[in-house]
């Protein structure tokens, strides 16, 4: 990929990489009960699950969208006036920033049909949230499908392989809830695969902080507290703010495996308060007044020496 091909992809990811709505809702009245406090048991790393081998796709394995019944929405080339998907690349940040959103559309559909990877990822945010666009989200489904089915085995760590692996996690909240009126129904089993295939081949915090509530719920998955926690901790060690914020809650209330530590709950539910978007993340926001407000003062004490400690380890970096 040329220079100006690479900014141009990067552009679009960083508008187009959005946390979903369905993974920020905190899911604080699900948390469970805690029993007595087993103090001592580490965590272990996360084990492989024997559900979901973290392999990519082989080519012979079943698209994740079923054929629609009419035509995909990404399989028709538009008529527009571009001769190349690098042309329509520009001709979108042109539009965009000329604030023509139906001329930017156009633009981002000839290059999606032309295989451009950021393009069709960004397509599948816009019509899931309607941004110039009437709401589709069959046809951000049908986006986000053939960026997971074409591309599995993206090389992890790469822009090309963060776009994959995001649009893994937004069709695990599709399977989750279902599409209305389409052929799009719910299958928590197949979100866990989403999500677990997002988690597990590209390490991507946003997939392993969804796979985490999935084992906390016992939605599609046997609920495990313990496997939880293992994947929620390492989303946290990622900087996922909502991770942080579920982790820390997890170790001050301890029990079904997980070992209590106020300490260490208290400090990574005020890293959590740090990176939340209060916006968005006002439930953080909430967790972190009230852990506190209970918390002794000398729990408090440690936990910010330990949130200091953490700020001075990632300046060394």
């Known amino acids: 990929m040329r220079i100006s091909e690479a900014i141009i992809a990067g552009a679009l990811l960083a508008l187009g990489c959005q946390q979903a709505a369905w993974a920020q809702d905190g899911s604080a009245e699900r948390m469970p009960v805690p029993p007595r406090p087993i103090p001592g048991i580490a ?31 990404h399989t028709a080339l538009p008529i527009a006036p571009f ?39 960004k397509l ?8 110039g666009v009437p709401t589709n989200d069959l046809k951000a489904f049908e986006y986000f499908s053939k960026i997971a089915d074409e591309n599995a085995d993206e090389i992890p760590g790469t822009s090309d392989g963060r776009i994959v692996a995001a649009a893994f996690v937004a069709l695990g909240g599709y399977f989750l809830d279902g599409i209305k009126g389409s052929y799009v129904k719910p299958n928590p089993d197949r979100a866990f695969d989403m999500f677990h295939y997002a ?15 999935l084992y906390l719920n016992g939605t599609g998955v ?7 926690a293992r994947w929620m901790k390492l989303a946290a060690e990622k900087g996922h703010a909502p ?13 079904d495996g997980v070992p209590r530590h106020p300490i260490m709950g208290l400090m990574w539910l005020a890293l959590a308060r740090e990176g939340a978007d209060a ?5 953080i926001v909430e967790r972190y007044d009230a852990a506190f407000a209970t918390a002794s003062a000398s729990d408090r ?17």
């Open 43 to 73: 965590l272990p790393e996360p084990e492989q699950d024997n559900r979901a081998a973290p392999v990519p796709l082989a080519p012979g394995r079943g698209a994740i969208a079923p054929a629609p019944s009419g035509p995909a929405a």
């Open 83 to 121: 001769s190349s998907a690098r042309d329509a690349l520009k001709a979108w940040m042109r539009d965009s920033t000329a604030g023509d959103q139906a001329g930017a559309v156009k633009a981002l559909e000839y290059a999606a049909a032309q295989g451009h990877l950021a393009a069709q990822f």
């Open 124 to 131: 599948g945010r816009v019509y899931a949230s309607g941004d």
């Open 199 to 213: 988690a597990s081949y590209f390490g991507d915090p946003d997939g392993q902080y969804n796979l985490a509530r």
């Open 222 to 228: 046997t609920r495990d507290p313990r496997q939880a």
């Open 243 to 255: 991770a942080r914020a579920v982790f820390g809650d997890m170790l001050l209330r301890g029990g």
């Open 279 to 283: 916006a968005r993340e006002g439930w």
């Open 301 to 317: 004490t440690a936990a910010l020496a330990l949130v200091e400690r953490q700020h001075i380890r990632a300046e060394r970096r």
